[in-house]
């Protein structure tokens, strides 16, 4: 890698359990002012997407999120790899303290990532329109139907998934079509000073309707001080009418395996007769 700029020196790779992006290599580096870096290489055909990473990302670094600043992007070793270099960010990975802080400090943290999640959907998709989006996920809804009702423990759990998702099409018309993290967990949250979210690997974006991001929370249902917290710094305490059932649409249409099915419908929707989640703490206040 001699012939990536900046990359004076591999400090030591970093695991990659990413099973969407599984040819990635990621690696701390350090330049030859001993200034440390972040180094993704990828095969020479993931270059376009990667330029449209790369530029989506320091937009969002121009608008105040934090995040890893980007420095650079080119091909290297005869043009057969592509390499992406950010900004290193030091920290501690948010999944991994959560346990230890305290419901408040949970909250907080929560608080300021949904802000952020909505500074990043401000920024508005180039390559679909909400009738795109209408159409593609009623395609995904007549798939998924069809498809649940192959399984045998569609039995179990009645048709109230095929039933809602067939009753709440319209939930799906004129949504706006923004930029999507699409992986926007605390996995991908590197706390700074124990209080400050700095927002990482964008690697799974895509451009659709900015509630789909949420779809995600269902990951992190042990932390729901935190969900919480990032749903009211998201929409500043005023949640739309039209929000939880609308996420309750896009946990359907995901939610195919039986495990998926028992959480989504039997643990937080009661079969699917409350569409505010139960992690969901509409009483907490800080």
Not at 260 to 267: D, F, G, N, R, Y
Request: include cysteine; glycine fraction near 4%; hydrophobic fraction near 30%.
């Amino acid at each position: 890698m001699k012939d990536i700029p900046n990359c004076q020196t591999i400090l030591f790779e970093i695991k990659n359990d990413d099973y969407n992006h599984p040819g990635e290599q990621r690696y701390c580096i350090e330049n030859s002012d001993g200034q440390r870096m972040f180094l993704r290489v990828s095969d020479k055909d993931a270059y376009d997407r990667k330029k449209i990473e790369h530029e989506m990302i320091m937009r969002i670094y121009n608008l105040g999120v934090p995040t890893a600043k980007p420095i650079d992007l080119g091909f290297f070793d005869g043009g057969k790899s592509v390499y992406s270099l950010t900004s290193w960010i030091d920290g501690e990975d948010l999944i991994d303290v959560l346990p230890s802080m305290s419901e408040a400090e949970q909250y907080a943290v929560g608080f300021k990532a949904g802000k952020y999640l909505r500074l990043i959907h401000s920024i508005s998709a180039f390559n679909k329109t909400p009738k795109d989006w209408e159409i593609e996920f009623n395609n995904e809804i007549d798939w998924k139907v069809r498809e649940y009702l192959k399984l045998n423990y569609h039995f179990i759990y009645g048709k109230h998934i095929p039933d809602y998702l067939e009753k709440n099409r319209d939930l799906l018309k004129n949504r706006p079509q923004r930029f999507l993290h699409y992986d926007y967990t605390p996995r991908n949250i590197i706390l700074v000073d124990k209080t400050e979210p700095y927002i990482i690997d964008y690697a799974d974006y895509d451009f659709g309707d900015p509630w789909r991001d949420f779809t995600f929370t269902t990951w992190t249902t042990d932390y729901p001080y935190y969900l919480t917290g990032t749903l009211n710094g998201y929409f500043n305490h005023s949640i739309p009418e039209a929000f939880f059932p609308t996420l309750l649409l896009y946990d359907c249409i995901d939610g195919i395996a039986e495990n998926t099915i028992k959480t989504v419908t039997v643990k937080y929707h009661d079969y699917i007769n409350n569409p505010v989640p139960k992690w969901y703490l509409s009483h907490y206040t800080n």
